[in-house]
């Protein structure tokens, strides 16, 4: 399982940290992915990490303002959201994905993701 949590409502260039935790089969060694979805929008990608390289992966709308890191000795990913934009009002999700996958499909798409925590509403008022 996955639980998203860190959302909130914030101003046009404050910071915002979301938390990504992660239990049973889905906290051993999968990759991880950020996805929000806007009112009356598509679900898209925001970010991805993998589990042992450290590589990571970011949309070209969040690139130089959004970091992703994990703890995997807690089973953590977190999104780091700096100069947060009202654009980027959505609720936010965490996804898993095995590293097979992960590495031989696109990791922006969302269907290849296993499992899927709920989400965290971020809010950025202009």
């Known amino acids: 399982q996955l639980q998203a949590s860190g959302g909130g409502l914030v101003q046009t260039g404050d910071s915002l940290r979301l938390s990504c935790v992660a239990s049973?089969?889905?906290?051993?060694?999968?990759?991880v992915g950020w996805f929000r979805q806007a009112p009356g929008k598509k679900r898209e990608f925001v970010s991805a990490?993998?589990?042992?390289?450290?590589?990571?992966y970011f949309a070209d709308s969040v690139e130089g303002r959004f970091t992703i890191s994990r703890d995997n000795a807690k089973n953590m990913v977190y999104l780091q959201m700096n100069s947060l934009k009202p654009e980027d009002t959505a609720v936010y999700f965490c996804?898993?994905?095995?590293?097979?996958?992960?590495?031989?499909?696109?990791?922006?798409?969302?269907?290849?993701?296993?499992?899927w925590g709920s989400g965290t509403l971020v809010t950025v008022s202009s």
């Open positions: 990490i993998n589990w042992r390289f450290e590589s990571t």
């Open positions: 996804a898993a994905v095995y590293p097979s996958t992960f590495y031989s499909q696109n990791y922006y798409t969302a269907g290849i993701y296993d499992f």
């Open positions: 049973g089969r889905t906290s051993s060694r999968f990759a």
